[in-house]
């Protein structure tokens, strides 16, 4: 089994372990009803996308 020849220092070790930051959820607004939604998604508050209507939605959400 392949061991390794040396120890790896602590600056190597947190450098590599540098790039496993969380990245925030990207947010856009609806341009319809200006409530927060994801990007290339159908708006879950008024339904539409690109601007037309895609889904009905239940008014009593």
Do not use: F
Request: glycine share 4%.
């Amino acid at each position: 089994m392949a061991v390794p020849k040396r120890k790896h220092s602590k600056a190597r070790t947190n450098s590599r372990r540098a790039n496993w930051k969380i990245t925030p959820i990207a947010v856009n607004k609806c341009p319809q009803c200006q409530e927060p939604k994801l990007p290339h998604r159908v708006c879950l508050n008024c339904g539409t996308y690109k601007g037309r209507q895609a889904v009905q939605v239940d008014a009593d959400k």
